[in-house]
T-cell receptor, first 115, second 112 residues
Framework: DTGVSQNPRHKITKRGQNVTFRCDPISEHNRLYWYRQTLGQGPEFLTYFQNEAQLEKSRLLSDRFSAERPKGSFSTLEIQRTEQGDSAMYLC?????????????FGQGTRLTVV | DAKTTQPTSMDCAEGRAANLPCNHSTISGNEYVYWYRQIHSQGPQYIIHGLKNNETNEMASLIITEDRKSSTLILPHATLRDTAVYYCIVRGIGGSNYKLTFGKGTLLTVNP
């Protein structure tokens, strides 16, 4: 499968624990995005990488959230000291830079439940 | 990015055409109209995009009005697998216009 891969697909954690999600983008895609989606809402932008550089972070990304993309390949999103409000679907997407922006391809997401 | 307005939900009979409207009255000249859909418990899937000309691909057709203030996504022969939330998004081109701003979309239910 050459699409965007996210692991794990589901994560249940206790409040206060740290969690880390992984995203493997489409191999030639240099742009990588994280979005968050709560029930009944559309996805909301969290952060964006071009290669290994994190170029934008949404205000939604509190200091408990950190994302990395070492070597410009896979990315991780870590949430420290999870809260119940962090329960959501976390989506990763990737795209390639071109003359104009191409469409983004999304992974299946990681559904986080904080209990 | 310009704001979009879509109906909350729509129904369509299997095998018939599904026509999903979107209003984007504040769209500017360099902004494209994108459509994505999200089947339950999956990530969003790109469908089609256009600037001002009508576009067609293997999934759908996109009709943009001449004044570009509205558009319609057409699924010519809807199947049960087309049941999903459909998002209409307006986005500029160029390096800084990389993120997608999703609204709540239209839940299309295709009925047998």
């Amino acid at each position: 499968d050459t699409g965007v891969s996210q692991n794990p697909r589901h994560k249940i954690t206790k409040r206060g624990q740290n969690v880390t999600f992984r995203c493997d983008p489409i191999s030639e895609h240099n742009r990588l995005y994280w979005y968050r989606q709560t029930l009944g809402q559309g996805p909301e932008f969290l952060t964006y990488f071009q290669n290994e550089a994190q170029l934008e972070k949404s205000r939604l990304l509190s200091d408990r959230f950190s994302a990395e993309r070492p070597k410009g390949s896979f990315s991780t999103l870590e949430i420290q000291r999870t809260e119940q409000g962090d329960s959501a679907m976390y989506l990763c997407a990737s795209s390639i830079t071109g003359v104009m922006n191409t469409e983004a391809f999304f992974g299946q997401g990681t559904r986080l439940t904080v209990v | 990015d310009a704001k979009t307005t879509q109906p909350t939900s729509m129904d369509c009979a299997e095998g018939r055409a599904a026509n999903l409207p979107c209003n984007h009255s504040t769209i500017s000249g360099n902004e494209y109209v994108y459509w994505y859909r999200q089947i339950h418990s999956q990530g969003p899937q790109y469908i089609i995009h256009g600037l001002k000309n009508n576009e067609t691909n293997e999934m759908a057709s996109l009709i943009i009005t001449e004044d570009r203030k509205s558009s319609t996504l057409i699924l010519p022969h809807a199947t049960l697998r087309d049941t999903a939330v459909y998002y209409c998004i307006v986005r500029g081109i160029g390096g800084s216009n990389y993120k997608l701003t999703f609204g709540k979309g239209t839940l299309l239910t295709v009925n047998p």
